[in-house]
């Protein structure tokens, strides 16, 4: 069957993105800093989230059912997204096994991924994607879409599973035409990953694996993350279309200078985007702060939200039950100081 005709198509020219065949923020400049070309985004992972735990899945509840809903968690987000692109925001983290939606955990006891121990996929989770893929499509955003996610990542039940799950993820994306999709092997593989393919060794085989595979005449763009603080290493920025980065743990915005300044030197690197797609600082009021200096360096920036303890519902963007909206102080900080750097979208 014909893959749907599309919107809308992502790109990388040399180190900017290029969505349709122009820079994204074309002509744009804030402050002296060049804005043509990056990507701001922010992580909005839990958009198809479900928990198939019994034992855990009641702590999601809405206050207003007493009850969890995933198809209600996906159907507001795709509700406020346009009301995100408005303010600026051009692109999103949405991950295929979630992430922590405490924030931060010791233990993830919840089951929440789209992929079945042998790879394949749970239509519910992926009916869930499609109806995300195709708003974003229609907005003309782009979809950072993580595939694996640690403490979730065991319940594929090997590497042969693990390689199953990119490659049908892969025909998924190319069954509905979709061309505006980077994608993200997982979230900080130096993390506590089960399965070695997973792990920073040998994550470049999997990137290797995405670039060979050109789909329905289309090759996805595609890279993997470390956690806060990290630079990437040689075997993944000779491989990755674009280099991603994560300002967890960054208190100083000269130090995220310095990541940006760091991985341009890492061997193998040539002129490509970077990007931090997580960093849980946010001090927009202030003249320097880690956005700022992401954007200085010529690095998009990730906004990464979640609830942190004693908040309520309208908190947090990473842990359900989500507000999709623009709707705490945080939130708002965060897509004014957007708006005011990009110049908002209409």
Known sequence: MKPPKRKTTVSIVGDQFYINGKPTFQGRSWKGHKIEGLLPNSRMVQGIFDDLNRETRSKWAYPDTKTWDPNRNTDEFIVAMPVWKAHGLLSFVLNLQGGSPEGYSKDQPWINSMFNPDGSWDPSYSNRLKKILDKADELE????????????????????????????TLEILADGGYRNVIIEINNECDNKYDHAILKPERVHELIQRVKAKKVRGHRFLVSTSYGG??????????????????????KDPARIIGMV??????????????????????????????????????????????????????????????????????????????????????
């Open 141 to 168: 955003m782009v979809v950072m879409l993580g595939l694996f996610y640690f403490g979730q990542d065991h319940y594929l039940k090997n590497e042969a599973a693990v390689i199953k799950a990119v490659d049908n």
């Open 229 to 250: 603080g990290k630079i990437p290493r040689e075997n993944v920025v000779r491989e990755a279309d674009y280099l991603i980065l994560h300002g967890n743990g960054v």
């Open 261 to 346: 300044e760091q991985t341009r030197a890492v061997p193998g690197y040539r002129k490509m985007p970077i990007l931090f797609n997580e960093d849980d600082h946010f001090d927009f009021d202030k003249p320097a702060n880690n956005f700022q200096a992401a954007t200085s360096a010529y690095a998009s920036w990730g906004f990464f939200d979640y609830r942190m303890k004693g908040e309520g519902i309208d908190e947090g963007y990473q842990s359900p039950p989500v507000n999709w909206q623009i709707s705490s102080p945080r939130k708002k900080a965060f897509f004014d100081y957007l708006k005011e750097i990009t110049g908002g979208l209409p």
